[in-house]
Structure formats: C-alpha cells, structure tokens
C-alpha cells in the first residue's frame, strides 16, 4: 500500500489521507524526535505526529546513510512480496474450494434428483422427519 507525508497527500488527492499520521506522540515530537518513513511521493523523510514531514526530503539524505536507506526499501520490498504470496496462495486455495463445493453442490442435486424420479416424490419443503407410525398391538387367544 502506497502510504503519502501530509503534503504529498494534499498534492496527490487534495487532502490529508493521514497514511503517516500517529507514529508518533505529539509529546515525542515537541523532545525533537521524528518517526523516519518512506513517502511514496518524497521519499525517506521524518514525520512528526500528523504525518507532516519535518524537513524537506534532500536534507535528510545528509543525516541517513544510503546504506540505511536501501536497507529499509529492501526490507519493505520483501515485506511487499510476501503478502503478494501469501494472497496469491489465498487466492488459488479460495478458488479450489469453490470449485470443490461447486462440485459437491452438483452431485447433491444430481443424487436429489435421481431419488425423487426413482420413488415419484417431490423435494420436501422443510427437512422434517415424517411421523413414523406405531405397530399395532394384537390380542392374543
């Protein structure tokens, strides 16, 4: 999910969508701390507790290694790649079972089918058991 800064949000969608927003307290942004995030539109930037970015996108390039920077993009990459697995195994597992009960919903009206031609019944409108009738008692002589 492509997640924008405060201003990159406003730019693209004409509002705030607060992707960034709440990472964290507003306490933690007033001691100078910035949760870092990567904005689809600017990049690696830090964020303060509404999701506004602190500094402009090329000054945080001079404090952030690129080595730090390609390790979280590679991190995110494969976070990315697993939930495109997992949902493409999801996805062929959900279609597996449609097919399975697809299958046994056929058999089922197949087999309703046959019995009700086999003994000239009609489907039941309701899944009652029918009255079973008592044997009847003789006298003995």
């Keep these: 999910m492509a997640d924008f800064c405060k201003q990159c949000s406003i730019d693209m969608w004409g509002r705030d ?6 990472l964290i307290t507003e306490a933690e942004v007033k001691e100078g701390y ?28 001079e404090t952030m290694s690129n080595a730090l920077i390609s390790e979280i993009m590679l991190t995110r990459l ?46 039941p409108d309701t899944l009652e058991q029918p009255a079973v009738s008592q044997p009847v008692e003789t006298a003995s002589s």
Excluded: W
């Excluded at 697995?85 to 087999?111: F, G, W």
């Design 17 to 22: 969508t607060g992707d960034l927003s709440g």
């Design 78 to 123: 494969a976070e990315l790649q697993t939930l495109r697995d997992e949902s493409q195994n999801n996805l062929a597992y959900h279609k597996q079972m449609v097919d399975t009960l697809t299958t046994r919903i056929d058999t089922y009206e197949r087999d309703i089918a046959a019995l009700q031609a086999l003994f000239s019944v009609s489907a």
């Design 34 to 61: 910035g949760a870092v995030v990567i904005c689809e539109g600017c990049g690696v930037i830090r964020v303060d507790h509404e999701g506004k970015r602190l500094e402009e996108p090329e000054n945080l390039g």
